[in-house]
């Protein structure tokens, strides 16, 4: 899968441009500032509808502007000449807008699965260092970029989730016969949120058992150590990869009755998948506090190519998005990563420093600036 030609029109600080892309490894440059990531963040918003740099929409349309449009032509492979027109219009306090090969699509995540991409940039370093969440989120896209149906599994789980936990709020220092009046209502979202968390924990135990052995053989290739690098995954109910779906729904019902004096008292969700975490590890000690920046920096890149190996593995392998990532690698970290990617579909880069970005990759380089994205002819 790979992309022939990005268009933008008010997306970031472009009031327009059009980028023609080929298969192989395109490399954007240029002094900071100048617009070379928004383009790469383009690409990945058409695959997951979602920004990569911010967690709103409205700094993705250009100052001054009401509306942005971001549009993609995808190629199925190499071999498969097929052609698919992705477009979305973003327009930020209201529902976008979404069309595929031009027909209009009932809600924007219908476009889910069309592109698939995954994006390394300086940001995933809190993979490693950061909170919980920054992990849940990786496995949540994963799992999403693998199923797309699994988009409305997690909207649904987080709309019961603020509702379960509004009702909580109000119940908080009310009497107990208030309180008894409303076990009916407390037990109707404990069901609604056992059914679809069992199906996103169980998605997301199965995609960790069939990442694992991806990120392992990704951190052996690029960091210089031989620690093995491990994922576990930690939950309240003790669930992993073999527990079936539906005991995971009677094991979260059953946690929720255990905790329901505590979530009272507190007014607080205490069960379910959006208080688990991912667990990495070096051997037998935790990534997070134990390991150097190096070792940080390869075990967030490997979880990103292992990934990337992952849904080749599905059969389409996405497009690989490196935003900014030679200059944070010593030398010997940049040559094995360019040894990893060199023969994938589709790879683009983006750098301050040309030279940051090993040689032996070759590929079609474009300058950005002054609001131009030109190809450097003599790349």
Request: charged share 25%; aromatic share 6%; net charge negative.
């Amino acid at each position: 899968m790979f992309v022939t030609h990005l268009s933008l029109a008010d997306f970031r600080s472009y009031p327009s441009a059009e980028v023609a892309l080929e298969p192989g490894v395109t490399t954007f440059t240029g002094a900071n500032g100048q617009g070379k990531t928004n383009l790469i963040e383009a690409v990945d918003y058409l695959a997951t509808l979602g920004s990569h740099r911010v967690s709103s929409e409205q700094p993705l349309v250009r100052h001054g502007a009401e509306r942005a449009i971001v549009r993609a032509r995808v190629q199925a492979g190499l071999d498969d000449p097929r052609q698919l027109l992705l477009e979305v219009e973003i327009l930020p306090g209201k529902q976008n807008r979404a069309s595929l090969n031009r027909a209009p699509l009932r809600r924007p995540r219908e476009l889910l699965g069309a592109l698939r991409t995954v994006v390394f940039s300086p940001e995933d370093l809190a993979l490693v260092k950061g909170d919980p969440s920054e992990r849940r989120r990786f496995l949540d896209e994963l799992i999403t970029t693998r199923w797309p149906r699994m988009a409305g599994v997690r909207a649904d789980y987080d709309r019961v989730l603020r509702q379960r936990v509004t009702l909580l709020k109000s119940l908080m220092g009310r009497p107990r016969s208030v309180r008894a009046d409303a076990e009916s209502t407390l037990e109707v979202w404990d069901e609604s949120l056992a059914r679809f968390g069992a199906e996103l924990m169980h998605a997301r135990l199965a995609t960790l058992a069939d990442l694992a052995p991806h990120v392992q053989h990704a951190y052996l290739a690029i960091a210089p150590a031989n620690n093995e690098a491990r994922l576990d995954y930690r939950c309240a109910i003790g669930a992993d990869s073999t527990t079936p779906q539906a005991e995971i729904e009677a094991r979260l019902l059953l946690a929720m009755g255990e905790r329901r004096a505590d979530e009272l008292q507190r007014g607080v969700c205490l069960v379910g998948p959006h208080r688990d975490d991912l667990v990495l590890s070096l051997g037998e000690l935790p990534a997070k506090g134990y390991a150097s920046h190096g070792e940080s920096w390869s075990f967030a890149l490997s979880l990103k190519l292992g990934a990337f190996a992952l849904l080749a593995a599905d059969r389409v392998e996405p497009v690989l998005i490196l935003d900014d990532v030679f200059a944070e690698l010593d030398q010997l970290r940049r040559e094995r990563l360019a040894g990893m990617i060199h023969a994938a579909e589709q790879v683009l880069i983006t750098a301050a420093v040309p030279d940051d970005v090993p040689a032996a990759l070759g590929g079609r380089q474009f300058r950005v600036g002054g609001g131009e994205v030109s190809e450097v002819s003599d790349a």
